[in-house]
Nanobody
């Protein structure tokens, strides 16, 4: 069983920064893709950023140039550095992991609120 634990969410003013972290624990043989999704009230869950095992990344257009995804394979962890935050970034952010066996795992979510 794989468990994902997220941290780093909170309340921040517009223009501020936050760093989200997600660590995977349990029986993990190999993690392939790691990603962050978000879901705002009344909206569908959407991909924010994704990073492959080889380090290739892609981002939602709305966060390009502001967010940076990274991973530490030795720690089975993925991070999301969020800069120049806007009110529209307010959402619950979810960690997402796909193992090499194509098993999908989700974190419990962490709230990010951007407000003055």
């Amino acid at each position: 069983q794989v468990q994902l634990v997220e941290s780093g969410g909170g309340l921040v003013q517009p223009g501020g920064s936050l760093r989200l972290s997600c660590s995977a624990s349990g029986t993990i043989f190999s993690i392939a893709t790691m990603a962050w999704y978000r879901q705002a009230p009344g909206n569908q869950r959407e991909l924010v950023a994704r990073i492959t095992g080889g380090g290739s990344t892609n981002y939602a257009d709305s966060v390009k140039g502001r967010f940076i995804i990274s991973r530490d394979n030795a720690k089975n962890s993925v991070y999301l550095q969020m800069n120049s935050l806007k009110a529209e970034d307010t959402a619950v952010y979810y960690c997402y992991v796909v193992t090499s066996a194509l098993q999908v795992h989700w974190g419990q979510g962490t709230q990010v609120t951007v407000s003055s």
